[in-house]
């Protein structure tokens, strides 16, 4: 059984998206759209995690096109294990964790999209009373949901202009539902029938982020008759001003103030002293008898002036006294006795009910009632169905059940009343009723707060106090496992826990009872790439997450168990990172130095002996993703990204990378991956070669090729294993991983046998079903593997017989990194993360391969095709959507915006303009149009230089004195070689237009070419012309603008003679608007501007034969290596390889072509390799071909009779119908 140390992080500041079962099942919205679920371990199971407790993590991925807003488990909960997910997309649906599929994944049993049809996102889903749900979307829709019958009624006559902001259906009442706004106002909602509103009222003065209902119906408040001991400083300043306004004038002299009097207040007749001489100086004081004048300080008693109020000033506070008595209402006898009731305790409660009140308080609540009893009395209130608010600035509110405020705090937030309109409050508050005299806030930063909600002062004021800041910033949500309904007597219980969750992505879990920290689990919010032991300390493994943080796992040996390991804790690094961290790794020797790599190309180096310590960044580089880090000798560091190695000197910072090249037969090898040991330095290539070099000198040893695509792992075998004294007999083994479609792992052995050192084929391990991601010998076992893949499985291999013996499938989407334990204590557990954003511990000795089954994996690829799909219905739909005109109303109030999407694509036709050359060329999804091609240019010519590259084409198609005498033989070859080879195939296209009566493509094929006179004569002649061609002519001249003019005026008098009007307003559509355009950017001679409108509308032929026809060679070069690109990147091997070849790439052509499986391409491979000078690959293709030849079954041919035909059929019907006939005339 496995076990989750780090969880998929919950979706930030949706303080409704986190959920609590009774028996401690937590349920979240998570990353990539998906549904977490964390079932906690059973005690009786045998775990390798201490109890703490241990969650197992289900995630099921994509249950929603957009991120979980809201749940919410079923009351019902654990008989009925049900869950209700709100997503932005407007999408509510109901899950059933105990129906799950064939697949293991969970069932969906009712969705409704009443939101999605009204536009708008889910805020909050919340189940009521059975079998009620009630959702609410963001434009003020309150939906009520019949789960038995799947109805779903809207009532969205209730909040009108209100923007709900948050909801919680009460646990007492039916289909009562409390909803927060943006602007402050509470409704609760009565949804029983056609509904009605209970009561509206301004709850807050800014937004209403979270509401909560007390556990318990029926309430009694205590309510101080004196005011809340805790005093604010300011509150104790103001009341000492006002007591000393109020001493009498008689403690006048105690008021005396120190002051210096100034300079001008003695008498001008006193003569100032020179300081320029000083007759008292280095003399004694009393020497010439009397003393130097020095100033002191003169105490003046002063009585404090007040100022007197001017006539208007006492004619408005006059105007406000009458006023105020004015608006008091006259005093009736209902009045009287709600001021009776206020100072009275309510007789409605007995003395024995009040005795027990007063019992089951807690201690420290009744410390507080002795203390205020004695600082004077209290009064009880009784008040039933309480709600708690908490505004988006810190203050809560409690409301009874009519609407009347009860009670109020203000918790301490960050933003300050000035910062609100300057800038957004990047936090977000939240309020849990815990208990009914146990409110707990979360004040958006660190903090959970608690106060006693049935405890205020005179003026209706709670206390609060601080229960935990185990967080560090961001705390954003709270639950708790705590009944929804409780009775009095559950106010002595505390069994019950409390899990918070913050923005520093962890999840606390808090125990009442024991007032402390019972445990904190770590969550990511993003893949995790790799994880790697510390090969000092095993306590600490590194993790790298694509949130943009690096992780250090710290966890020791249990003291109690020998064989389990602790929780321990996870420590966060992410200053200075900031990007997708891919790979990280230890230093061997120096304690603490962990250096890490982003995908933005960013290497920095962190110091993990503290958390929260910002990272160190090199200088930059490599381009691109870097996938591959490495120490080497002392403080070295090695990183490949973007096909080059470079060398870092950590301990010179300053100092800037030195690249490191390999070469190989005169060609330099693109660096994929490479690790460093002191036998050697091993580099893999983007084109599937292993090469060793010399880990001083960097020279060349040896270099084998073992696979067709990218090497992405590479790993060699420890020298010695820690439950062996000796030498391991596969120290020289290499274990290597592709990205190749074979999905086979590399066991090469490096050992000298008699011609130098060398890299052997030694083993090769077959069973994964789609390319393995990384590879990892145990430390303590000799040939034992770990390799995990895309197909979401770890696998365990015994090299030494060549076979799979355990196979984890526990990940939902594909597992990236896996490393084994470092304890010697546990040589069997393994640590594996992936793409489910979970990192698993678990034994290989549980999961046996005869257990496992591929089902899984075959519906991942079929729902992997689904998920196409929808993302296509999806564009044509937001296609058609852009593409809706506004309404008339919507044009009449206004000027309407354009809406232009920068991501749309203009699709044109690809056989429009050169269909011949498109036929020709159609037949590359097999090898011959690439044969035809290499023939004729590069494998019968010594035009090919020694680096693989061709010459000059050109002059091999000018040679050829062969020259077709029909349109019919030019073949498509010739667009890559001279100008006349591109002009004889235009000539063959135009004229195949003409016979073919295609006039829009002659013409625009005319424009192309620029023979501007002949298009305009020959649709003279058609009586054809129209403006878009007319105004293409003022490219040749003004003059022949002029003529063209007047041939249109003739044409349009000529048409209109002959009664054939309608010719004039055909439309004629060119091509389209692409094509359309190029033809205007080529009447004012912007080629360079016509062939970019090609290419981006991946028109790359049509763009390259434009080019190549107006003598632009650098840009025809330019668009040919797009064109290659995006064949590439499309996965069109055989039109890549045509398009290398154009370029004269042979090597690259060969490279390409040896991504195939097809004998045919391999066999071609072969050839262009041993063209470019690259024996070495040519052999390595040749011993691909043979070993695929070898594993194709031959097969059986039998002797078939070939099928009768329809005629034959037909005729052997007649002849048994006709057979019928003649019986029974004889009968």
């Not at 007032?515 to 300390?537: E, H, R, V």
């Not at 091609?933 to 590069?938: F, P, R, V």
């Not at 981006?1096 to 690109?1125: G, P």
């Amino acid at each position: 059984m496995d076990e989750s140390i780090i969880f998929p992080s919950p979706n930030w500041f949706k303080v409704s998206g986190f959920a609590v079962s009774k028996d401690g099942w937590l349920v979240y919205g998570g990353p990539t759209n998906s549904l977490c679920i964390l079932k906690p371990l059973d005690l009786g199971q045998d775990g390798i995690l201490q109890k703490n407790p241990s969650y197992q993590t289900q995630i099921f991925c994509r249950v929603h096109k957009e991120k979980i807003v809201s749940v919410d488990l079923s009351r019902e909960w654990p008989e009925k294990k049900l869950i209700l997910t709100g997503s932005a997309d407007g999408i509510v649906k109901q899950w059933n964790v105990d129906q799950l599929d064939n697949n293991g994944k969970i069932k969906s049993t009712h969705t409704h999209a009443v939101h999605k049809s009204e536009k708008e996102e889910v805020v909050g889903v919340a189940y009521s009373s059975e079998p009620f749900a009630v959702t609410v979307g963001d434009f003020g829709n309150v939906v009520k949901w019949d789960l038995n019958s799947n109805i779903a009624k809207n009532y969205n006559n209730f909040l009108k202009s209100f923007r709900p902001s948050c909801v919680a259906c009460s646990h007492h009442i039916p289909l009562n539902v409390a909803v927060g706004t943006k602007q402050g106002v509470i409704f609760v909602l009565d949804l029983n029938n056609q509904g009605k509103i209970i009561y509206k009222i301004r709850g807050q003065d800014d937004e209403i982020v979270n509401v909560s209902w007390c556990p318990q119906y029926k309430n009694m408040v205590k309510k101080s008759l004196d005011e809340s001991q805790k005093r604010s400083t300011a509150t104790e300043r103001l009341e000492k001003i006002r007591s000393e306004d109020n001493e009498p004038e008689e403690n006048l002299n105690n008021s005396a103030i120190a002051k210096t009097l100034p300079e001008d207040s003695f008498d001008e007749t006193i003569v100032q002293e020179d300081d320029m001489f000083d007759i008292y100086k280095d003399h004694e004081a009393d020497e010439f008898g009397h003393k130097k004048f020095e100033p002191e300080d003169i105490i003046v008693k002063v009585k404090e002036e007040k100022e007197n109020d001017d006539f208007l000033t006492e004619c408005l506070k006059l105007k406000e006294v009458i006023l105020k008595n004015k608006s008091e209402p006259e005093p009736t006898i209902a009045n009287l006795v709600e001021a009776l009731d206020k100072t009275h305790v309510d007789s409605d409660i007995s003395d024995s009910e009040e005795q027990e009140n007063d019992t089951r308080e807690s201690p420290e609540c009744d410390e507080t009632e002795i203390q205020t009893k004695e600082l004077g009395d209290y009064t009880i209130h009784t008040h039933r169905h309480l709600l708690a608010t908490i505004g988006k600035y810190g203050g809560v509110r409690i409301w009874s059940k009519t609407g009347k405020l009860v009670g109020s705090c203000a918790v301490p937030n960050s933003v300050n009343k000035s910062q609100r309109n300057k800038r957004p409050n990047p936090n977000s508050n939240s309020i849990l009723w815990y208990k009914p005299n146990v409110l707990l806030i979360a004040d958006g930063k660190s903090q959970l707060l608690e106060c006693n909600p049935l405890k205020i002062d005179c003026k209706n004021k709670l206390e609060w106090s601080v229960l935990h800041t185990f967080h560090k910033r961001g705390l954003y949500c709270i639950a708790t496992d705590a009944p929804r309904v409780q009775s009095m007597s559950d106010q002595l219980q505390d069994k019950w826990k409390v899990w918070t969750v913050a923005q520093d992505r962890n999840i606390v879990c808090y125990s009442f009872e024991k007032k402390q920290k019972l445990a904190m689990y770590n969550t990511c919010g993003s893949f995790i790439y790799t994880l790697q032991c510390c090969p000092y300390d095993a306590k600490k493994i590194a993790v790298s997450v694509g949130d943009g943080a690096v992780r250090v796992w710290e966890s020791d040996i249990c003291d109690e168990d020998g064989l389990k390991l602790s929780l321990g804790n996870v420590m966060s690094f992410w200053q200075n990172v900031k990007g997708k961290v891919l790979t990280s790794t230890w230093h061997p020797t120096k304690e603490n130095l962990l250096a890490f790599a982003t995908a933005e190309s960013r290497i920095g180096i962190i110091d993990a002996s503290k958390s929260e310590r910002p990272a160190k960044n090199l200088l930059p580089g490599v381009n691109g993703a870097i996938y591959s880090l490495c120490w080497g000798d002392k403080f070295d560091l090695y990183a490949c990204g973007g096909g080059v190695m470079v060398l870092y000197h950590t301990d010179q910072p300053e100092q800037a990378p030195v690249p490191i090249d390999v070469e190989f037969e005169g060609k330099k090898l693109q660096i994929s991956a490479g690790v460093w040991y002191p036998m050697g330095l091993v580099c893999g290539s983007y084109y599937g070669a292993v090469a060793v070099l010399n880990p001083v000198t960097y020279e060349l040893v040896t270099m084998t090729f073992v696979f067709s695509k990218m090497i992405h792992n590479i790993t060699w075998h420890p020298q010695q294993t820690s439950n062996s004294s000796e030498e391991s007999p596969y120290k020289n083994l290499i274990a290597v991983s592709s990205l190749d479609k074979e999905c086979f792992i590399a066991i090469l052995e490096y050992a000298d046998k008699g011609d130098g050192p060398k890299l052997h084929p030694w083993k090769m391990l077959n069973g994964h079903l789609e390319p393995v991601c990384q590879v990892t010998w145990n430390p303590h076992k000799d040939g034992l593997l770990l390799s995990t893949s895309y197909d979401s499985t770890v696998r365990v291999w015994d090299v030494s017989e060549g076979k799979c013996i355990a196979i984890f499938d526990g990940h939902y989407k594909g597992s990236f990194t896996s490393c084994w334990s470092a304890f010697p204590q546990l040589p069997t557990t393994i640590m594996s993360g992936g793409a489910d954003c979970c990192l698993r511990i678990w034994k290989y000795e549980d999961y046996p391969p005869e257990a496992y089954s591929e089902v899984k994996h075959e519906t991942a690829l079929k729902e992997k095709k689904k998920e196409r799909k929808e993302r296509k219905e999806e564009k044509k739909s937001t296609e058609n959507a852009a593409e809706e005109k506004p309404t008339d109303a919507e044009a009449t109030e206004g000027q309407v915006a354009t809406n232009v999407d920068i991501n749309a694509k203009i699709k044109a036709p690809k056989r429009f303009l050169l269909p011949t050359i498109q036929r020709q060329m159609s037949p590359c999804t097999t090898i011959y149009s690439v044969r035809k091609l290499a023939e004729k240019y590069i494998l019968h010519s010594d035009n090919v230089q020694s680096n693989g590259k061709l010459e000059s084409p050109e002059e091999k198609s000018d040679s050829n004195d062969v020259k077709e005498d029909k349109a019919e033989d030019v073949d498509f070859t010739k667009m890559f070689g001279s100008t006349n080879d591109i002009n004889d195939l235009l000539d063959m296209e135009m004229r195949k237009h003409i016979e073919n009566d295609r006039f829009e493509a002659s013409i625009m094929l005319s424009i192309f070419r620029g023979h501007i006179d002949s298009m305009i004569q020959f649709a003279t002649q058609r009586d054809a012309l129209c403006p878009f061609l007319v105004s293409l002519s003022p490219c040749v001249s003004f003059k022949y603008w002029k003529t063209v003019t007047q041939l249109y005026l003739a044409q349009i008098e000529r048409l209109v003679a002959k009664s054939e009007q309608k010719k004039l307003w055909e439309s004629k559509h060119y091509g389209g608007q692409i094509y359309r355009k190029v033809a205007l950017l080529l009447s004012i001679h912007d080629v360079k501007g016509a062939v970019t409108a090609l290419t981006d509308a991946k028109l790359y032929k049509e763009a390259y034969i434009l080019s190549k026809s107006r003598h632009m060679e650098s840009i025809a070069e330019e668009t040919l290596k797009m064109w290659t690109a995006d064949c590439a990147y499309s996965g069109y091997i055989n039109m890549t390889a045509i398009c290398y070849l154009g370029l004269g790439d042979v090597y690259n052509a060969a490279v390409t072509l040896a991504k195939s499986n097809d004998q045919e391409c391999l066999s071609l491979a072969a050839e262009l390799a041993k063209v470019a000078g690259q024996p070495t690959f040519a052999n390595h293709i040749e011993d691909k071909r043979s070993q695929i030849q070898s594993e194709t079954p031959e097969k059986e041919t039998e002797d078939l009779k070939p099928l009768p035909s329809k005629l034959d059929l037909l005729m052997k019907n007649v002849k048994i119908t006709s057979e019928n006939v003649t019986e029974k005339n004889e009968e």
